[in-house]
């Protein structure tokens, strides 16, 4: 079995500045590189973010591999504690800034369409001391800096993106104790989550009105998708998948590309005493905001059925008030992550976007398999050969082809990632890259999927599906 994409599909892989750059010729720290330095037992193998993946002096060579490779489109993001020397005040740091000049003249020169993004989990810790997201005079700092960088860059980037999956420091900072400063507080995770939404329509609206004669300047959010499937069909559990999808996709999906907040996440919060605070003007800057097109993060689905064990009110609200997770008997899993594998996932989200989200223009802007321990698969020639991987690729784009044969408006896939990156608390755990590292040498080499991908676009975006592998 064949499917084709469209001759101009972008094909390429995402990364983010901390998590490849390292902290090379920083002015300041952002939480992680904080969260580090004070806790360094929190991380995989005591590994922080000083090196990574080295990008800031190898990013020259990693943009002839990707030319190598074929590809036509990346995305990576700013470091707000490079860019800027004097967060309060938005003076530039030159270093930081001729670094970025650079690495997207770079780009720009190889033609690869390059998304840049400005904020991936990254804050800078003088703003955390004073709140973070919680506090809105974080929102008006963010949007200068946003205003910076497209001033500094906006002649040689024509895409760009406000956040990459805004909810999760949600989820990890003010839920569930992922990433420092580790605080369990719903009502603080509801302040900061609108007060991201806030920056973020802020941020589109300055772009439209700075770029507004120049039609191929485009801003986008990249949001990670999880949609919610009930255990099945009864009222209850239909109604615990809802809630759910609300909170996690809907919250952001909806304000982010329609322009609205779901009336009924609103009651539910309203009936909780939870609404953030918020102003007209923020809500009418929420309705002004369109952006031009949608990125979407796709890992896995989340499975739901109601709570089992009724709620003890005299705790803390959470999000487990009115849901909890469910796990599939059918589920295929991904060992290393503990995820499931659930390409069909795609093609629905694809049809949702379409359907519900006036079609918009969509790009896959990250998938990937993360697997521990690759070196067990490389040869005598130290290629990785990552069969599992390709054949993870290909039922994710064959599920994606079905979705745009239904008119479903995406035009491209991006990899998470290009070359093993540094991961958080995962530090390098898990592998994602298409190219692999060597963290001693910081020597790169290409897998056997980042020579697939290759011949995908040298086959004219032809890709052969072998018979059973779609399940």
Not at 49 to 78: F, V
Not at 390 to 412: P, R, T
């Amino acid at each position: 079995m064949k499917i084709q994409f469209e001759k101009n599909f972008w094909w390429g892989t995402a990364i983010s500045g901390p998590q490849s750059e390292g902290i090379f010729a920083k002015s300041n720290l952002n939480i992680m590189d904080y969260w580090y330095q004070q806790s360094p037992e929190d991380f995989h193998n005591q590994m922080g973010p000083e090196i990574a993946s080295d990008m800031y002096h190898h990013y020259n060579s990693d943009i002839k591999i990707m030319q190598e490779l074929n590809l036509n489109s990346y995305r990576t993001s700013i470091q707000w504690t490079r860019l800027i020397k004097n967060i309060k005040t938005g003076e530039i740091d030159q270093e930081g800034y001729q670094f970025y000049r650079a690495y997207f003249q770079k780009l720009h020169d190889a033609n690869i369409k390059t998304i840049v993004n400005l904020y991936h989990f990254d804050m800078p810790i003088e703003l955390e001391n004073i709140g973070g997201w919680t506090n809105k005079e974080v929102v008006d700092l963010y949007v200068k800096y946003a205003q910076i960088a497209f001033e500094c860059f906006g002649d040689i980037v024509d895409y760009w993106a406000t956040f990459n999956e805004p909810v999760v420091p949600i989820e990890g900072c003010y839920l569930y104790q992922w990433y420092y400063p580790k605080i369990v507080d719903f009502q603080k995770g509801i302040q900061a989550g609108f007060n991201t939404i806030v920056a973020h329509a802020k941020t589109v609206n300055l772009f439209h009105k700075m770029f507004k004669h120049n039609p191929n300047k485009k801003i986008t959010v990249i949001l990670n998708l999880t949609p919610a499937y009930p255990k099945d069909q009864q009222a209850e559990n239909v109604e615990a998948a809802e809630i759910r999808d609300l909170l996690f996709n809907k919250a952001f999906l909806d304000t982010m590309v329609l322009g609205t907040f779901p009336d009924k996440l609103v009651e539910l919060l309203k009936q909780e005493n939870i609404l953030p605070f918020y102003t007209t003007d923020e809500i009418e800057a929420v309705k002004d905001a369109r952006i031009d097109f949608l990125g979407v993060n796709y890992y896995q689905p989340s499975r739901i059925q109601a709570r089992t064990i009724p709620w003890n009110n005299n705790d803390p609200i959470m999000p487990a008030k009115w849901f909890e997770n469910y796990q599939w008997p059918e589920r295929r899993i991904n060992p290393y992550r503990g995820w499931e594998i659930h390409p069909q996932t795609l093609y629905e989200i694809g049809i949702n976007i379409k359907n519900n989200y006036n079609n918009i223009p969509w790009i896959v802007s990250e998938n990937g398999m993360g697997v521990e321990d690759e070196l067990r698969y490389q040869d005598s020639n130290g290629q990785i050969n990552d069969n599992y991987r390709i054949d993870f690729i290909k039922e994710h784009l064959y599920w994606l082809n079905q979705a745009i044969k239904q008119g479903s408006n995406c035009f491209g896939y991006q990899l998470w990632t290009f070359v093993d990156c540094w991961s958080w608390a995962n530090s390098y755990k898990n592998r994602y890259g298409i190219v692999s590292l060597d963290l001693e040498t910081q020597t790169r080499t290409i897998k056997k999927s980042g020579y697939w991908f290759k011949e995908i676009i040298e086959n004219n975006n032809v890709i052969e599906i072998e018979e059973g592998l779609i399940k």
